[in-house]
Nanobody, 115 residues
């Protein structure tokens, strides 16, 4: 089992920044990929950014140049640095881990961007 706990969400004005953290615990060995997803009210959950065990990162087009995903293996934590936030970035942000054939999710953290 893998446990994921997100933190760092909150209310920010448009143009501001937030850094989300995802603390990983449990059976960490063998995690292939981690990612950040988001879900706005009435919308499907969508991928924001992902990072492999080799630290190769991918981004959704709508966050390229604004968000950055990173990992600190010593702290077992994955981060999502979000800059130049827009009201349309408002959503619950979820951390995700893929290990073997299993997918794990955190409980989510709310990000609200005011205009």
């Amino acid at each position: 089992q893998v446990q994921l706990v997100e933190s760092g969400g909150g209310l920010v004005q448009a143009g501001g920044s937030l850094r989300l953290s995802c603390a990983v615990s449990g059976s960490i060995l063998g995690i292939l990929r981690m990612g950040w997803f988001r879900q706005a009210p009435g919308k499907q959950r969508e991928l924001v950014a992902g990072i492999t065990s080799g630290s190769d990162a991918t981004y959704a087009d709508f966050v390229k140049g604004r968000f950055a995903i990173s990992r600190d293996s010593a702290k077992n934590t994955v981060y999502l640095q979000m800059n130049s936030l827009k009201p349309e970035d408002t959503a619950v942000y979820y951390c995700n881990a893929v290990r073997s054939l299993n997918v794990y999710w955190g409980q989510g953290t709310q990000v609200t961007v005011s205009s």
